[in-house]
T-cell receptor, first 115, second 113 residues
Framework: AQKITQTQPGMFVQEKEAVTLDCTYD???????LFWYKQPSSGEMIFLIY??????QNATEGRYSLNFQKARKSANLVISASQLGDSAMYFC????????????FGDGTTLTVKP | DAGITQSPRYKITETGRQVTLMCHQT?????MFWYRQDLGHGLRLIYY???????DKGEVPDGYVVSRSKTENFPLTLESATRSQTSVYFC????????????FGPGTRLTVT
């Protein structure tokens, strides 16, 4: 069964500094996609970044990058130059290729950006 | 309106009552999902649907029923609501590829008294 683990319930970062949010995963499917979502206090789910299991390069989207280490089964989110608006809950998620309906989320990490 | 909508946004119901949460998407996405998010936790998959008339269980399906007669609608029914089903329910949709993100509705906050 697929599983996502986020070991940091809460993180603090100073404004303008970089922060890494950890995510490890487990799956028996050799083909899968990894996602990060942001959930601000208003409650909506916002897609941030995607990494495919066969992608050779780490994904980047603006200030977000995904540090993908396939052998270690980790997919950490790096936020550069943190902003106050980055304060939110962040979720790591996975979808398997053989069954794209099976989607698993981690328990999330609450990020607080300090001014 | 384009996108994915959920109704109602807020619902209070009593234990034992049947309640249906509605989800509608305008993109003709083949996949649709229902999740629940309990306070301070991540999302847990209740049911998903790969296409009209094709549904399958997720991680926590007990006590819930789904149907999908049309591509754009995916209602979730709590047959006999229990207090443990108090949660925020999110509907999502995506194209039929695991490489694509899910688009989430705004959520329905359900309280069972």
């Amino acid at each position: 069964a697929q599983k996502i683990t986020q070991t940091q319930p809460g993180m603090f970062v100073q404004e303008k500094e970089a922060v890494t949010l950890d995510c490890t995963y487990d799956t028996s499917d050799p083909s899968y996609g990894l996602f990060w979502y942001k959930q601000p206090s208003s409650g909506e789910m916002i897609f941030l970044i995607y990494q495919g299991s066969y992608d050779q390069q780490n994904a980047t989207e603006g200030r977000y990058s995904l540090n993908f280490q396939k052998a270690r089964k980790s997919a950490n989110l790096v936020i550069s130059a943190s902003q106050l608006g980055d304060s939110a809950m962040y979720f790591c998620a996975m979808r398997e290729v053989t069954n794209a309906g099976k989607s698993t989320f981690g328990d999330g990490t609450t990020l607080t950006v300090k001014p | 309106d384009a996108g994915i909508t959920q109704s109602p946004r807020y619902k209070i119901t009593e234990t034992g009552r049947q309640v249906t949460l509605m989800c509608h998407q305008t993109w003709s996405h083949s996949y649709m999902f229902w999740y629940r998010q309990d306070l301070g936790h991540g999302l847990r998959l209740i049911y998903y649907s790969a296409a009209a008339d094709i549904t399958d269980k997720g991680e926590v399906p007990d006590g819930y029923v789904v149907s999908r007669s049309k591509t754009e609608n995916f209602p979730l029914t709590l047959e006999s609501a229990t207090r443990s089903q108090t949660s925020v329910y999110f509907c999502a949709s995506s194209v039929a590829r695991s490489a694509y993100e899910q688009y989430f509705g705004p959520g329905t906050r359900l309280t069972v008294t």
